[in-house]
């Protein structure tokens, strides 16, 4: 499949680096029910599985089951786990991953469209309405997907980052590329959901 005829040039996909810090919270066997209390206490509601919410000035998603990922703008080392694997002693486990993901923000038209040349879910806005996120191989890639109100959030390994993004800008670019400086999850949690 190629791109429409007639695109080129048109900015029809804008590309991004998205800073955060990212932790994943599990619960432990019989501990969900502490650790969304244990969430609530840090003013974070946990969200249902497949599913990504706007959380303070992030978000919280979750593509496996009673895992989710907390996403915030970068803070200093240890200074944005650390309160987490306080908060969820006894009921869950914290890992700080933001060293080890990677963030890609795609917006525009052609955005679901240039996506699909290489990812496994169908991204009908129908299907994979806002608030929607999945866990999913994109051009041979993990990514972990969440639809924002401004386009898609993409999370990938760290080790496949560089090659990713690549990927991305090579294949956005018959549909118009137009590179973005960097963005944070603060930026984009300040969209409103529908």
């Given at each position: 499949?190629s791109a429409p005829e007639?695109?080129a040039?048109v900015?029809?996909?804008?590309?991004?680096?998205c800073?955060?810090?990212?932790?994943?919270?599990a619960?432990?066997?019989?501990?969900a029910?502490a650790?969304?209390?244990?969430a609530?206490?840090?003013?974070?509601?946990?969200c249902?599985f497949?599913?990504i919410?706007?959380?303070?000035?992030?978000?919280?998603?979750?593509?496996?089951p009673?895992?989710?990922?907390i996403?915030?703008?970068?803070a200093a080392p240890?200074a944005?786990?650390g309160?987490?694997?306080?908060?969820?002693r006894?009921?869950?486990?914290?890992?700080d991953?933001?060293?080890?993901?990677s963030?890609?923000?795609?917006s525009?038209a052609?955005?679901?469209?240039?996506l699909?040349?290489?990812c496994?879910?169908?991204l009908d806005?129908?299907l994979f309405a806002i608030?929607?996120?999945?866990?999913?191989?994109?051009a041979q890639?993990?990514v972990t997907l969440?639809?924002l109100?401004?386009?898609l959030?993409l999370l990938?390994?760290?080790?496949?980052a560089?090659?990713f993004?690549e990927?991305?800008?090579?294949?956005a670019?018959p549909?118009?590329l137009?590179?973005r400086?960097?963005?944070?999850?603060?930026?984009?949690r300040a969209?409103?959901?529908?």
């Amino acid at each position: 499949m190629s791109a429409p005829e007639g695109s080129a040039g048109v900015a029809g996909v804008r590309l991004a680096a998205c800073a955060t810090d990212t932790v994943e919270i599990a619960a432990l066997p019989r501990g969900a029910s502490a650790l969304t209390h244990a969430a609530a206490a840090r003013g974070v509601s946990l969200c249902a599985f497949g599913r990504i919410v706007a959380a303070n000035d992030g978000f919280v998603l979750s593509v496996r089951p009673e895992r989710w990922l907390i996403l915030a703008p970068p803070a200093a080392p240890g200074a944005f786990p650390g309160p987490w694997e306080i908060a969820v002693r006894g009921c869950g486990a914290a890992v700080d991953l933001s060293a080890a993901l990677s963030a890609f923000h795609l917006s525009g038209a052609a955005v679901r469209e240039m996506l699909a040349r290489g990812c496994r879910l169908d991204l009908d806005p129908e299907l994979f309405a806002i608030g929607s996120a999945a866990a999913t191989v994109v051009a041979q890639v993990s990514v972990t997907l969440a639809a924002l109100p401004s386009g898609l959030l993409l999370l990938t390994p760290a080790s496949t980052a560089r090659h990713f993004r690549e990927w991305l800008a090579a294949t956005a670019k018959p549909f118009g590329l137009m590179p973005r400086p960097g963005v944070t999850v603060a930026h984009l949690r300040a969209e409103r959901f529908s």
